[in-house]
């Protein structure tokens, strides 16, 4: 039944010269600002290296052990969710513009700095300072796309901003594991630079937005927003049912890897070629479905698919062996990605009014980071206690869980 309903939105024979077509026309109507902000966000994605190279730097650089190494990485998580919250609120305050390149200056100052200390508890407070002020730019972004664009074409924005993230962190990435090969050093210079260019590039390239009007026809609620998102039931619902999947959909970065390595023996060096299929399907690929799909469907049905994609990407391990495996898992898991993220957020812009749409946004990037948190550990504890098995069967029902939820919040929102 899924499969018939989306080929009504793609008529065949299908050719190359049409995806083209479709693929520009999905980037048709979207505000200047919106393009320089997705541009600001790939400069600093494009430095995004500390991050991913953190542990590898504690135990090889600093000789830290791997529980202490991990004590910090909790200090990470700590840090960013107390910056997406600080952030919310205070972009509804002072505004998201100063929030963006307050952060964007003050959290590359920091990594300068966070290069140069070297003992535990020095280091815990320094990437606790860094991720605070770093994260709080997440929910000010997402605001500001929010200002930039309408109802109609919010998501596609968000789409874009998306885009920005994976192609930046496919190029960081890269480039990261090519500095950290030379020296850890490094990376906190091109880390910290890129954050404070991304900074000047938004003073620069963007006004105070203060005293314009938002983008016209963007508040087309069918409700009446509260003020706080902490008070908003329906909302809570649909965070909790987000953290969910969320958990579920950070597997794999976390403990598929690790399955690939010792049940399909895969090497790292494979393990990274298959990462890379699922930025560059974003790249390619979400765009056109996001504006096919929008256009004829709700929301959080929408939303519902990505739920039932990501449970297949679970369930096919258990169904069937071999790397071809593999491979269907990552494609379904990004499809189910592409399905429900870019909603998600337009749902979280959607409930929320001008005034109080930071500590929405700061909620739904708090769902995140508490998935960032709890994946690895709720995944590491099931395999350990039980089998990956039993890991890949509760991720599904964490998906169909929340898929049920969105079904009946549909009704509700």
Same mark, same amino acid.
């Given at each position: ?34 393009? @320089? @902000? ?70 590359? !100052? ?64 890269? @480039? ?86 010792? !049940? ?35 929301? @959080? ?113």
């Amino acid at each position: 039944m899924f499969s018939l309903q989306l080929s009504e939105y793609f008529s065949y024979p299908f050719s190359v010269i049409q995806a083209f077509s479709l693929y520009r026309q999905s980037f048709n109507g979207l505000s200047r600002s919106v393009w @320089l @902000l997705s541009l600001v966000m790939f400069i600093n994605r494009c430095g995004t290296m500390v991050l991913p190279f953190l542990t590898l730097y504690l135990t090889q650089k600093l000789h830290f052990s791997v529980a202490d190494a991990g004590i910090v990485m909790g200090v990470y998580g700590s840090g960013a969710l107390l910056g997406t919250f600080l952030g919310g609120k205070l972009s509804d305050r002072i505004g998201f513009y100063r929030i963006q390149v307050a952060a964007l200056l003050l959290a590359g !100052v920091f990594l300068l700095i966070l290069m140069h200390l070297t003992s535990f508890w020095a280091i815990c407070a320094g990437v606790f300072c860094f991720t605070t002020l770093g994260d709080s730019f997440r929910p000010a972004n997402a605001a500001a796309i929010a200002f930039f664009s309408t109802a109609e074409n919010r998501t596609r924005a968000y789409s874009l901003n998306r885009l920005a993230i994976n192609l930046g962190w496919s190029i960081g990435g890269g @480039l990261g594991g090519f500095l950290a090969a030379i020296d850890y050093e490094w990376l906190f210079w091109a880390d910290g630079i890129t954050c404070i260019l991304a900074g000047i590039a938004l003073s620069i390239l963007i006004k105070d937005p203060h005293s314009q009007k938002p983008a016209k026809n963007q508040e087309n609620l069918h409700h009446e927003p509260l003020a706080s998102p902490y008070r908003d039931r329906k909302y809570l619902r649909f965070a909790f049912f987000t953290t969910l999947f969320a958990i579920s959909f950070f597997q794999l970065f976390s403990m598929e890897p690790l399955y690939f390595k010792q !049940v399909h023996h895969i090497s790292e060096a494979g393990i990274g070629a298959m990462m890379t299929i699922n930025g560059l399907m974003i790249a390619c690929m979400e765009m056109i479905l996001v504006t096919q799909l929008e256009k004829r469907l709700h929301k @959080l049905s929408i939303i519902g698919y990505g739920m039932i994609l990501t449970t297949a990407s679970f369930l096919v391990f258990n169904i069937w062996e071999g790397v071809w495996v593999v491979w269907l898992s990552i494609i379904l898991n990004t499809l189910g990605e592409m399905f429900a993220m870019p909603f998600m957020q337009s749902v979280a812009v959607e409930r929320s009014n001008e005034q109080n749409r930071g500590q929405y946004l700061a909620l739904y990037s708090m769902c995140y980071s508490i998935a960032q948190i709890s994946a690895p550990t709720i995944g590491s504890q099931i395999v350990q206690h039980f089998s990956f098995t039993i890991l890949w069967y509760v991720m599904a029902g964490f998906c169909m869980t929340s898929y049920v939820g969105f079904r009946f919040l549909k009704r509700r929102f």
